[in-house]
């Protein structure tokens, strides 16, 4: 696996095709890696909104006529919260919390990108441990999964840099045909968790 | 219950009420504003609720009842201006601009700024700004901005808050006097000069057939003929400068909001009710911009072809369309010429917020990127990777965002783009243009 560089890093992004924007500053790109600021919107799973995940629930909830459960069950999970810059949101102990990135990233064909936390924010127990791979053709904000797994609380704010995006290159064609050439990520939400293709190995009734 | 003890039990309920806006997120420092001078009304009434133990009066327990029920109205407003119904970084530009326009002495002669909440309200866009405050112990007023819910991420459409906040600031003891003395010598040598100069205008030989059918209507239904009275002069006058106002603003992208908002309400855009004739008839209050355009050259292009054929065509296009006017000489109800010492009366009162345009290569930039599904912002950077911030006019991002959306036919490969996800574009774009300007401020 190839990793880009830094010079290949500004190389691509000069040439148009490689987007993680804004860069506020030039340290912000570092030997093999871009540092990634946290955005305005926070996502936490909401007191009352689900008991538990279960896929049988996801998939019960897919193959639902009813529009009503679908969406309640879709929007009722998260509170959302939207943090101007220099306003704190605390990240407690064992809680996780969807957040974007403040970059727009786009990976080109050949490329992908890997997200980890930056050592630091790690060091304090910030983790982005889950979904890092940022697949070629990705467009949009990129949603930090935010976990802390310290013992104290985390004060964070947006603008803050507390990621990094490393670029791998792809051999061959990397083309999706179920996936659109237009579809922008602005916010985080919430994953699917049951795919049709996982349907046969999930119960239709728990 | 007495009456005195039913005044009390609302002003303990509107306190109540009060904290309970506390329980949400509002900008940071926006809910101690809105609390404190909340209390300080609150206080007053208080007192003068235990004025009227002694003897009441019912007229004064009217006045107070009617007075709890206004503060009530605005924390009802405010407590749904929350953060998270509405594109922020748009609202706190709103906010900043309405504070600007909207700062008058207070009664101590220091000037006061409006306390200006925006909320998502579902009903078309609109400002309610306190005439007057009543309370002795209070000095600020409240603006409260409403957007319709729906349009939460349209910011394309927001520009039409400038005719909104034409009419708050109309309504100002120093912004709104000076404008209004401005617009009263632009505008009084033509058909609105007087009631009868705009009656004589509306019966004009070549007034269209469906106004003329009206005129008959209403003349076969009472027993005198319409007549423009002052009162509806000043609506119009007003309807209009608020126009005027707005393009100055927010530029053609007031336009190009105006035409796609209030155009499709506007079936007989030629005609108007005349039994509530507060507004001018769609037609006149359009061709007046499009003068206005003119006036103003921003009927020209300022892309330059050579540098960028596909976006130069694509401004052409949003220009053409703006400018489009299908509409008889008739609907010309003002001149160049007054319109004109108009737009130099707004300048010389608000000239630090009027919108210049900005240059070819910054307009280029910006629709070059939302043609590569970018947010709209200058971005930049040197062979090193040094970025080349820079300040950016939220405005020219709304500009930018028309001119795309506009003119998406020219673009190859063929954007595919909604109108919501341009909007959403320009909204994060507006988001990230604050990160800049916060990282440029230190």
Not at chain 1, 56 to 83: F, G, T
Not at chain 1, 135 to 145: F, S
Not at chain 2, 154 to 182: D, P, R, W
Not at chain 2, 319 to 327: A, I, Q, R, T
Request: net charge negative; proline share 7%; glycine share 6%.
């Amino acid at each position: 696996m190839t990793v880009l560089s830094r010079e290949h890093i500004i190389a691509r992004m000069n040439q148009g095709d490689l987007v993680v924007s804004p860069i506020l500053s030039g340290d912000q790109i570092g030997a093999a890696s871009v540092d990634l600021r946290m955005g305005n919107v926070v996502l936490m799973v909401r007191a009352r909104g689900s008991s538990h995940v279960d896929p049988s629930l996801a998939k019960a909830r897919a193959q639902s006529q009813n529009d009503h459960d679908k969406i309640l069950d879709r929007n009722q999970k998260h509170e959302r919260y939207d943090i101007p810059f220099k306003t704190r949101f605390l990240l407690h102990p064992g809680s996780l919390a969807l957040v974007p990135t403040l970059e727009w990233v786009k990976v080109p064909p050949d490329l992908m990108g890997n997200v980890t936390a930056r050592s630091t924010w790690a060091r304090e127990g910030l983790s982005i441990a889950t979904a890092t791979l940022i697949e070629p053709r990705y467009q949009g904000i990129v949603t930090l999964e935010l976990a802390n797994l310290g013992q104290i609380p985390l004060s964070l704010y947006p603008g803050l840099q507390i990621a990094q995006i490393a670029f791998a290159v792809v051999d061959g064609d990397t083309t999706r045909p179920n996936r659109g050439q237009y579809d922008l990520s602005f916010e985080p939400s919430q994953g699917s968790i049951a795919k049709p293709d996982d349907f046969p190995f999930i119960p239709t009734h728990p | 219950m007495l009456p005195l003890d039913f005044l009390r039990e609302e002003s303990n309920s509107v306190k109540r009420a009060l904290d309970d806006t506390l329980r949400h997120d509002y900008a940071p420092e926006l809910s101690a504003e809105f609390y404190g001078e909340c209390v300080k009304r609150i206080r007053h009434i208080d007192q003068q609720i235990e004025a009227q133990v002694a003897a009441p009066q019912p007229q004064a327990i009217a006045a107070l009842l009617s007075e709890l029920g206004d503060i009530s109205t605005f924390i009802t407003l405010i407590e749904r201006s929350r953060l998270g119904e509405f594109s922020w970084p748009f609202a706190d530009e709103l906010r900043r601009i309405a504070r600007e326009f909207l700062a008058e002495p207070d009664l101590f002669g220091k000037t006061g700024y409006p306390i200006v909440h925006v909320v998502a309200d579902g009903r078309g866009y609109r400002i309610l700004f306190e005439d007057a405050v009543r309370s002795a112990n209070s000095v600020r007023k409240f603006a409260i901005v409403l957007f319709p819910r729906p349009f939460k991420d349209h910011v394309l459409l927001h520009s039409i808050f400038g005719h909104e906040l034409g009419h708050a600031s109309l309504s100002t003891s120093v912004t709104g006097y000076a404008l209004v003395s401005q617009l009263t010598g632009a505008l009084s040598g033509g058909n609105l000069t007087s009631a009868d100069s705009m009656t004589a205008w509306l019966y004009s030989s070549d007034a269209p057939q469906e106004m003329k059918h009206e005129l008959n209507e209403y003349q076969r239904r009472y027993p005198e003929p319409f007549k423009f009275n002052d009162d509806i002069r000043l609506f119009w006058i007003h309807e209009l400068f608020c126009d005027l106002f707005g393009l100055l603003l927010f530029g053609p992208s007031f336009l190009a909001a105006h035409k796609t908002i209030i155009g499709p309400s506007h079936p007989h855009p030629l005609k108007f009710d005349l039994l509530e004739p507060s507004h001018p008839p769609y037609a006149v209050r359009h061709r007046m911009l499009v003068q206005a355009m003119r006036v103003l050259q921003w009927h020209k292009t300022i892309t330059v072809r050579t540098f960028d054929s596909e976006v130069h065509a694509a401004e052409f296009q949003f220009l053409d369309e703006l400018m489009e006017d299908p509409f008889p000489p008739w609907a010309r109800i003002v001149t160049e010429q007054e319109i004109e010492d108009s737009i130099n009366g707004i300048r010389s009162v608000c000239s630090a917020n009027v919108y210049h345009p900005p240059g070819s290569d910054i307009i280029i930039s910006l629709v070059k990127r939302l043609k590569a599904a970018l947010p709209p912002i200058l971005d930049d950077r040197s062979a090193q990777g040094e970025p080349n911030l820079r300040k950016l006019d939220f405005r020219a991002i709304l500009h930018a965002g028309w001119i795309f959306w506009t003119g998406l036919g020219h673009f190859s490969p063929a954007p595919q783009l909604s109108f919501r996800q341009v909007n959403q574009l320009c909204n994060q774009a507006l988001l990230q243009q604050r990160a800049i300007d916060e990282f440029l401020s230190q």
